[in-house]
C-alpha cells in the first residue's frame, strides 16, 4: 500500500509524530489495563454502529492503523491520515491486504480533500487534543469535508474516568513510552509530562461552545462512562 503525502502538506512538530509513534504507540495500547482496553472497544462500537457498507469513511489521526481494519471491514472505502510518516508505514504495513483502505500523510486542520466528499469522519480518542491544533479550525475542516446528511465524530475522555485514564499514563511514563508524570501539574482533566507531554480534554460544554456553527447540529454522548462523544450531524453543505 502506497503512502500519499499531501502536496503542501507541512510536517507539524508535535509528540505524536515525533517521539510517540509507530511500535512505541502500539506499545501504549498493548500495556493498557484492562479497563482501558474496555474504553478503546466501546469507542470503536459507537463508531461502527454509524457504519455502512456505502460509505466513504475518513479517520483523523490514524496512526499505526489500530482502527482502521475494522472500519474497512464495514465501510465502502476508509481514508486514514496522520502527520507520523513512521506511523503511516506501520499501518500500510498492517493495511496491505485491505484493497478499500488508502493512507494519506496530512494535516487535519489543511485537509486536501474537496468538500462533501466522506459519510462518516471520525476523530476518536481525544485526538482533538492530542493534534495540538486549533480546535475550532479542526472541526470546521472535518465539517467542510462531510457531505449533507454525513456525521462528523470527535471524542475525548469523560470526567468519572480520570482515575483509568491517569493509572493508564502512568503505566506508559514506567515503560518508558513518555516521560515521567509531573503530579505538581497533573490534575483537572489535564496529564502533564516532566518531558514536555501534555494532554487536556475537552467536555461536553467545550464541545458544545466548538460546534455553534450554522448548519450543523450536535448531540453530546457519554459513552461507557469512559468517552464524551461529539456527533455533528451535517445539515446542509458548509464550505
Known amino acids: 500500500m502506497m503512502v500519499i503525502e499531501a502536496a503542501g502538506y507541512p510536517a507539524m512538530s508535535d509528540y505524536y509524530s515525533e517521539k510517540l509513534s509507530a511500535e512505541l504507540l502500539r506499545r501504549c495500547y498493548e500495556i493498557a489495563p484492562p479497563r482501558v482496553k474496555e474504553y478503546l472497544e466501546a469507542e470503536i462500537e459507537f463508531v461502527l454502529e454509524r457504519v455502512a457498507p456505502s460509505f466513504c469513511v475518513l479517520e483523523l489521526g490514524c496512526g499505526y492503523g ?42 487535519a486542520v489543511r485537509l486536501a480533500f474537496g468538500d462533501a466528499l466522506f459519510d462518516l469522519v471520525i476523530c476518536i480518542q481525544n485526538g482533538i487534543s492530542a493534534f495540538k491544533v486549533d480546535q475550532e479550525k479542526l472541526i470546521r475542516e472535518a465539517v467542510r469535508v462531510t457531505r449533507q446528511g454525513g456525521r462528523a465524530l ?86
Open 154 to 239: 470527535f471524542s475525548s475522555y469523560a470526567e468519572r474516568f480520570w482515575d483509568d485514564r491517569l493509572e493508564w499514563f502512568e503505566i506508559q511514563a514506567r515503560h518508558g513510552l513518555i516521560g515521567e508524570i509531573d503530579h505538581d501539574k497533573t490534575g483537572r482533566g489535564i496529564i502533564v509530562g516532566k518531558d514536555g507531554f501534555r494532554a487536556t480534554t475537552a467536555g461536553p460544554e467545550h464541545f458544545r461552545a466548538l460546534t455553534a456553527i450554522p448548519g450543523i447540529t450536535a448531540f453530546i454522548h457519554e459513552v461507557n462512562h469512559s468517552s464524551i462523544f461529539c456527533e455533528i450531524t451535517i445539515e446542509q453543505a458548509i464550505r
Open 66 to 107: 489500530r482502527v482502521l481494519g475494522r472500519l474497512a471491514d464495514k465501510a465502502g472505502t476508509v481514508i486514514g491520515i496522520d502527520t507520523s510518516h513512521a506511523s503511516l508505514l506501520m499501518a500500510s504495513e498492517m493495511m496491505r491486504d485491505v484493497p478499500n483502505c488508502l493512507l494519506a500523510g496530512m494535516d
